[in-house]
Structures are given as structure tokens and as C-alpha cells.
């Protein structure tokens, strides 16, 4: 057994933790076991081997989201079953998020409502997969977050300001791999 703990108990999160600084970044302490590891989605966010990690996300200039990934301590024989809320951030199975349909263009009218939409599933479904939208406008070269998370994007009394390009980043609460839409167009009607 690891001096940290080779299960992902509450006292064992507090032990993996000492020693991360604080900083502007909201990290968390998580606990990666054997099937986690193994999975593509955790491996894309560099969570790829088992133990503790220290984990967070940002999103850059581009609007991308980017993960900061620290192996804390390794853990050769993690003991389960999970009993922390990570799931957010490391898949337990393969989940993948699918986009049905979305909004390609949106021609209006000052005034008009604008209404973007974009239709995904996450696979398997079940409970534990409640997607999770963030809508974002291009500003300049780069992509700016906007509006609420749905999967709907409503402007109610449109202006002029509402012409440009959109498009929303998808995820699930249960640590799919991020999936981002097509953009959507919005121009005024000639």
C-alpha cells in the first residue's frame, strides 16, 4: 500500500494534495485507476496512468480547452470502487458525444430573435452523461464565451452587434472527450 493510499478515499485526496500550491487555477485532486487510465478520453487530458493527479482545464485564445495534468504518485494496484467525484474530469467508459443536427446559418432581420441550436447525444446514455454547452462568438481571431449552458443560444431583441460566427463546445459530466460544433453564421438579411 502507497503512503498516500491506494483507494481514492476523502483522507487520501487530503494526503495526494499537500504539497500543490495554490494558484488561480481551480485544481483538483483526482484519483486515476487502472480502467481510467486505459481510456482514450482520459489520455487526451494526460491522465494516463494510474494514481493521483493534480488536474485542471482553461480555455486559450482560440477558445480551446486545455488541460493542465500533474502525476502526483503512482499507484500500482488502485482498489475500487470509486467513492470521489471526478467524473466530470476522468471517464470511468468510453463515452462519446455525438452532434445530430445544429443551426448552419442564421439570416435576420434588427430586431428579429436569433435562436442557434444544437442537437447532441452522448453514447452510452444513460443518467450519468448530462451534456454540458458552451457557446462561444468569434471576436477578431479569436473565440469568445458566451451565453448560458444549453444547448439552445437565444437573443431575444436582436442588434447589429449579434452579426458574426458562433459555434458551442460540448462535454458531459461524465468525462467524455470534448466535442466542438461547426460554425454558425449569423448576418443580416440584405
Same mark, same amino acid.
Given at each position: ?48 496512468? &494510474? @494514481?493521483?493527479? %493534480?488536474?485542471? !482545464? *482553461? ?6 480547452? #486545455? ?57 452510452? &446514455? @444513460?443518467?450519468? %452523461?448530462?451534456? !454540458? *454547452? ?6 477578431? #481571431? ?49
Amino acid at each position: 500500500m502507497s503512503l498516500y493510499g491506494n483507494t481514492d478515499s476523502a483522507p487520501n485526496v487530503t494526503k495526494a494534495g499537500r504539497g500543490v500550491s495554490p494558484s488561480s487555477q481551480a485544481k483538483q485532486i483526482i484519483f486515476i485507476d487502472n480502467t481510467e487510465a486505459a481510456l482514450p478520453a482520459n489520455k487526451q487530458r494526460g491522465l494516463n496512468a &494510474p @494514481g493521483w493527479w %493534480s488536474y485542471y !482545464t *482553461y480555455t486559450d485564445g482560440e477558445g480551446h480547452t #486545455r488541460h493542465k495534468a500533474e502525476h502526483l504518485v503512482t499507484i500500482a494496484n488502485p482498489v475500487g470502487p470509486e467513492t470521489q467525484a471526478d467524473d466530470a474530469v476522468a471517464a470511468d467508459e468510453a463515452v462519446l458525444i455525438t452532434i445530430n443536427t445544429q443551426t448552419s446559418a442564421f439570416p435576420y432581420n434588427v430586431g428579429d430573435p436569433i435562436n442557434l441550436v444544437v442537437d447532441a447525444i452522448a453514447t452510452p &446514455p @444513460g443518467d450519468a %452523461s448530462v451534456l !454540458t *454547452y458552451q457557446w462561444q462568438k468569434k471576436s477578431g #481571431r479569436r473565440w469568445v464565451n458566451i451565453g448560458l449552458d444549453q444547448p439552445t443560444y437565444d437573443v431575444a431583441v436582436s442588434t447589429a452587434d449579434d452579426v458574426g460566427t458562433y459555434r458551442v463546445k460540448i462535454n458531459s459530466t461524465n468525462g467524455a472527450s470534448e466535442v466542438i460544433s461547426g460554425v454558425i453564421v449569423v448576418e443580416l438579411n440584405p
